[in-house]
């Protein structure tokens, strides 16, 4: 699998713990959208897009089957929001 785009939308919050909103496209044919970059106490993390369900909890719409590729996904979303976070500054 081959991450061949990802693109960053900044959240103009204050006082909000998530920063950006991440799309990626994978291998030229397929997008997943609504990637959340959230700030936690070692860094930022992401957040894969989710919908709230009947009883209250939140579901992931799509997600990695494995932690290699979770792995991948985070690394090229958070090197794409720092070097994207520079350019803001």
């Known amino acids: 699998m081959k991450i061949s785009d990802v693109r960053i939308r900044f959240v103009k ?3 909000s713990k998530l920063k950006a909103v ?3 496209t ?6 997943v959208h ?3 970059v959230i700030e936690g106490a070692d860094g930022p ?7 709230k369900t009947s009883d209250g909890e939140y579901r992931d719409i799509a997600h990695p089957l494995n932690s290699e590729t979770r792995e991948q ?3 090229a ?6 070097e994207e976070l ?3 500054e």
């Open 22 to 24: 991440a799309s990626i």
């Open 73 to 75: 996904i985070k690394q």
């Open 45 to 51: 993390f992401i957040a894969m897009p989710s919908r």
């Open 13 to 15: 919050k204050d006082e």
């Open 34 to 36: 609504d990637i959340k």
């Open 86 to 88: 520079e350019k803001e």
């Open 26 to 31: 994978i291998d030229d044919c397929f997008a």
């Open 77 to 82: 979303i958070i090197t794409t929001y720092k």
